[in-house]
Nanobody, 126 residues
Framework: QVQLVVSGGGLVQAGASLTLSCAAS????????MGWFRQAPGKEREFVAA???????YVADFVKGRFTVSSDNARSTMYLQMNNLEPEDTAVYSC????????????????????WGQGTQVTVSS
């Protein structure tokens, strides 16, 4: 089992920056691919970004140039640096992990992740 703890959300004004963290604990002896998803009120969950164990990154088109995903494998932590936030970025952000031996993993597909952390609210005011 792996536990994922998300931190770093909050209320900010448009144009501000936030960094979210997703810390993994438990069975971290396995390697994991990890991802960020978000869900706004009344909308479906959507993919934001992902990073593989080997640090290959994937970022949704609508946040390219503003959001950066990174990880510190030694600390079992993934980060989402969010710059130039817009009111449309308001959502609950969650992180997820998939062991690298799960060959069906697709970074944008939430169903291919095994473990999920709790969400953190990000609210961007105009």
């Amino acid at each position: 089992q792996v536990q994922l703890v998300v931190s770093g959300g909050g209320l900010v004004q448009a144009g501000a920056s936030l960094t979210l963290s997703c810390a993994a604990s438990g069975r971290t002896s396995f390697n994991y691919n990890m991802g960020w998803f978000r869900q706004a009120p009344g909308k479906e969950r959507e993919f934001v970004a992902a990073i593989t164990w080997t640090s290959r990154t994937y970022v949704a088109d609508f946040v390219k140039g503003r959001f950066t995903v990174s990880s510190d494998n030694a600390r079992s932590t993934m980060y989402l640096q969010m710059n130039n936030l817009e009111p449309e970025d308001t959502a609950v952000y969650s992180c997820a992990a998939s062991p690298t031996f799960a060959f069906n993993w697709s970074p944008q597909d939430a169903d291919t992740y095994t473990y999920w952390g709790q969400g953190t609210q990000v609210t961007v005011s105009s």
